[in-house]
């Protein structure tokens, strides 16, 4: 086998002959003794002519070639159950885990199932109604459901990706997935993926209980008894895989003496430009209604703390993200088709433990502080004339940076709206006076984003886990409760659908190991 590079003008499909034709050449065979060759890479290319590049591995006709497959689901209707707290891509993915494993997965869900979701997501950005239970944190599918679907970590550090992006092609994603370089589903299309991984889990033998908040886990000889409220399910393993927002649960840890610690976690604004703009400066100028809608990331040092992009959605519209009342917590998504007037991200600083105010202590301290800078965006919108009860504090980007209040703003996705604020002063002064350094330095690399049509808006503070259930390193259990397997990001282990999918894997391969 041999891989190579091929190139070709993006609008200009890369046909059968072509592909063919560079395998023989890289191999320095004839026509006739070629074996398989498949694309296992794309990439855009926006530096001089704007090409699609293409990784392939071309083998010759007597080398074996064995396509990826999955692992098979069993029949588990009778088998061990092992209770997966959380339906989110940790929690989902644990479970067809646990069905190739043989064991039955029990899976609860505080939330409701991805459709009735929808119902409370359009009252929560319509008007300003929190279900704490059901929202675009909170029910089947997780924080992922709704945002876009990316699914970026190419690291195999986790384990093998290939596992992810195949279950979720033959759950219905585009085969695209498999090699785009930042491959992404989108939000219109993810909600029936996750109903599809449902239905295979129940049909082998999974169950799902939906509405069902854990309030309290007892271990003993036998296992572990789990409750949601006066209901009781029983299993010898569980798998903890709650979101990155629940706080209960952590109490419920604290108060159980079980061990429990800080973490960092990032913090920063939402920031949207005209999606036009982004297109002109990430194609150089170059851009064409055919071409992808662009995006971008980058990272920048500032004293010692990472400022960098996050969750980036083309094409994409920024929604409220709060699962208590009385905050302001923002968020972005797009559709598969990314085609939205506007470009969103979260440009947020890095937090470590320390770096918050003395009054903040132990293991809830970046929690703590998390939550009150959300409540700070909350109560100047609603003290300075926000119409809706989760508009937005926001500034223009020059503004922000020059230390002015905006007098006016530009249009935004953001259905409760905006109110002018000095977020300059409502962040924290250490995540402000960073976010106002690095924008001009990000603007020497993308001529044109610093820019006041640019409008930020606060908070974007969910970027992952303040907390951390710390676990053994090699049996993935919790070092106070045994049997137990923290997953994801709730647990302070992952960051996106792919490495929360893999950690969840991971978990529930150990919990098989142990119990076999």
């Known amino acids: 086998m041999k891989e190579f590079e091929l190139a070709e003008k993006i609008g200009k499909p890369l046909s059968e002959e072509k592909l063919r034709e560079a395998a023989c050449k890289a191999l320095g065979v004839k026509p006739q003794l070629l074996g398989h060759v498949q694309v296992v890479r794309r990439s855009i290319d926006a530096r001089q002519d704007i090409l699609y590049r293409y990784r392939v591995q071309a083998y010759r006709q007597n080398e074996p070639f064995e396509p990826y497959k999955v692992d098979p689901y069993r029949d588990v209707h009778s088998a061990t159950p092992v209770i997966v707290i959380g339906a989110g891509p940790a929690g989902m993915f644990a479970a067809l885990k646990l069905l190739q494993k043989g064991l039955r997965p029990i899976v609860l869900e505080r939330g409701k199932d991805v459709e009735r979701r929808k119902v409370d997501m359009a009252a929560l950005s319509v008007k300003g109604v929190i279900d704490p239970d059901s929202n675009y944190c909170y029910g089947e599918g997780g924080a992922g459901a709704f945002s876009d679907g990316k699914l970026y970590t190419r690291s195999s ?3 093998d990706i290939r596992e992810v992006l195949h279950q979720l092609v033959a759950f219905g994603a585009s085969e695209d997935i498999l090699i785009d370089a930042h491959p992404h589903i989108g939000t219109d299309r993810l909600p029936e993926i996750v109903k599809n991984i449902r239905a295979a889990i129940e049909e082998h033998g999974g169950e799902y209980h939906f509405d069902s908040r854990v309030t309290d886990i007892c271990r003993d000889e036998s296992g572990f008894t ?6 009781e399910y029983h299993a010898p393993k569980v798998i903890l895989a709650s979101g990155h927002s629940a706080r209960d649960i952590y109490e ?3 108060n159980k003496g079980w061990a429990i610690e800080a973490k960092g976690f ?12 982004i297109n002109q400066i990430r194609y150089h100028g170059k851009y064409q209604p055919f071409m992808p809608t662009a995006e971008y990331s980058f990272v920048q040092q500032v004293e010692d703390r990472g400022v960098f992009s996050f969750c980036m959605c083309p094409g994409g519209i920024l929604v409220p993200s709060s699962t208590e009342d009385g905050t302001v917590v923002l968020n972005g998504m797009s559709n598969a088709a990314r085609n939205s007037k506007w470009a969103n991200a979260g440009v947020v600083v ?13 293991p809830f301290a970046l929690m703590d502080y998390q939550r009150d800078v959300e409540r700070a965006m909350y109560a100047y919108a609603s003290a300075h004339g926000g119409k809706h009860q989760l508009a937005a504090p926001a500034q223009r980007m020059k503004d922000f940076c020059r230390g002015i209040v905006s007098a006016d703003l530009p249009k935004t996705s953001y259905h409760p709206g905006a109110v002018s604020a000095p977020l300059h002063e409502l962040l924290p002064e250490h995540v402000s006076m960073r976010l106002r350094r690095a924008f001009p330095q990000v603007d020497r690399s993308m001529h044109g984003y610093y820019t006041n049509d640019a409008l930020l808006l606060g908070v974007e503070s969910r970027t992952s886990s303040p907390v951390r259930l710390p676990r053994d390193p090699v049996t993935l259990e919790h070092l106070s409760v045994p049997g137990l397997y923290p997953a994801g990001e709730g647990a302070g282990y992952a960051g996106g659908i792919v490495s929360s999918a893999l950690d969840g894997i991971n978990c529930a391969e150990k919990c098989a190991e142990n119990l076999n």
């Open 266 to 277: 990032a913090m920063g604004v939402r920031v949207e430009h005209p999606q036009w703009m």
């Open 252 to 254: 419920l840890f604290f």
């Open 226 to 231: 789990v409750s949601c409220g006066t209901t």
């Open 157 to 159: 550090k986790r384990g």
């Open 350 to 362: 890095q937090i470590e433990p320390g770096d918050q105010p003395s009054e903040y202590t132990g």
